[in-house]
């Protein structure tokens, strides 16, 4: 099934509303204080999915409150994960800033923030990698992609010799998912069954039940999907309705929301994330950064990392007055983040080194292959 994108932005700005700017931060009140530069930070600080934009924000703030010489100052725009909300706050915070530099959090806020800022850069956190922006250059996809957790998550699988079937979500990050899953397993030849989801839908145990009773030997089940509410009781209706066999998703998973709220159905899911988010850390770097982000209220979760790490480039490239351009980003290869080596592989993409961790009596461990 080909997802129309154009469709899918159109879903999203179809309830336009004009939109305010959250109130500033402590970070914002100096705004007498010309020598920095203004950083517009869209996130969903309200709405269905506020949780991870306050991981966000509160990564992005702790970041900052430790920089020794601050070059940048952070503007947080509320977008309730809207694309007309976003670029409606982003058109009112920026309309006296002549080159604007913005932090996109979310595939469908970066699609939509991308074309709206014409004379600055974006850094875009949308995890999908879209055809559609290589004819853009203001931008880089500072952010994990979901094709290459979706590739880790399905190699895995592909190792297992099962009865496979997927779950995705009808939207962008979804259908991505399912891109990625259908053709390495057609590439080795394995069978599977698929089934998608509206990722707001209020029926997912009829789903549930349709799927386990059309495919009752299936032994394994990957669900890639945006975590929404749909995608939290995926999990519980699948364990609820007698499924027994291993449940594998993607980093949609690894996040402190979907853990607190799935609770006992999180026991043995076997998911896609970075290093710090393991109980026990292996480097000291990860550990580390794990410490002191309990310690602060916030969450080792993909989120938080990488909104640590992007205010800390921001602020170097400042300092060392490197431009915000695609060819900075390829030049510089890779950043020394908090999850290992963060790499700039192609023109306005990141790789981050993932790995494939498990749930275990509550505690979040590595998988050993």
């Known amino acids: 099934m080909k997802l129309n994108w154009k469709k899918v932005i159109g879903w999203s700005v179809a309830a336009a509303v004009v939109v305010g700017i959250v109130g500033f931060n402590m970070h914002q009140q100096q705004n007498t204080d010309t020598s920095k530069k203004n950083v517009y930070v869209l996130i969903p600080l309200s709405?269905?999915?506020?949780?991870?934009?306050?991981?966000y924000q509160k990564a992005l703030?702790?970041?900052?409150?430790?920089?020794k010489n601050p070059q940048i100052r952070l503007v947080f725009l509320d977008d309730e994960f809207n694309a007309t909300k976003a670029v409606t706050a982003l058109s009112q915070a920026t309309l006296n800033d002549e080159n604007p530099l913005v932090v996109a959090w979310g595939a469908i806020i970066s699609f939509a923030a991308i074309p709206a800022v014409k004379n600055g850069f974006v850094m875009a956190g949308g995890t999908v990698e879209l055809d559609d922006l290589k004819k853009f250059d203001n931008y880089h996809r500072f952010s994990v992609a979901s094709s290459a957790t979706t590739e880790l998550a399905t190699n895995y699988l592909a190792k297992e010799n099962k009865k496979i079937g997927l779950l995705y979500s009808y939207?962008?990050?979804g259908s991505n998912g399912y891109k990625v899953f259908s053709s390495i397993m057609n590439q080795k030849n394995i069978p599977f069954v698929a089934m998608d989801f509206d990722p707001n839908t209020l029926s997912i145990r009829d789903i549930t039940a349709?799927?386990?009773?059309?495919?009752?030997?299936?032994?394994?089940?990957f669900i890639s999907a945006t975590a929404t509410a749909p995608f939290l009781k995926l999990f519980q209706e699948l364990r609820e309705q007698g499924f027994t066999g291993k449940i594998v998703s993607d980093m949609s998973f690894a996040q402190k929301f979907v853990l607190d709220s799935l609770g006992k159905y999180a026991e043995d899911v076997v998911f896609v994330t970075l290093e710090p988010h393991l109980d026990n850390p292996r480097t000291t770097q990860a550990k580390e950064y794990r410490d002191f982000a309990l310690r602060n209220g916030m969450y080792p979760s993909f989120s938080s990392i990488e909104g640590y790490d992007m205010v800390n480039i921001i602020n170097k490239m400042m300092e060392k007055k490197i431009p915000f351009t695609q060819k900075s980003f390829t030049d510089m290869k890779e950043y020394d983040g908090v999850s290992g080596k963060v790499l700039f592989?192609?023109?306005?993409?990141t790789a981050y080194p993932f790995i494939l961790a498990q749930v275990k009596n509550g505690k979040i461990i590595p998988v050993t292959e």
């Open 210 to 221: 349709k799927f386990l009773l059309k495919n009752p030997d299936i032994d394994t089940i």
């Open 345 to 349: 592989p192609s023109t306005g993409n």
């Open 47 to 55: 709405g269905p999915i506020a949780q991870s934009g306050h991981d």
């Open 171 to 173: 939207d962008m990050y």
């Open 61 to 67: 703030t702790y970041a900052y409150d430790n920089l």
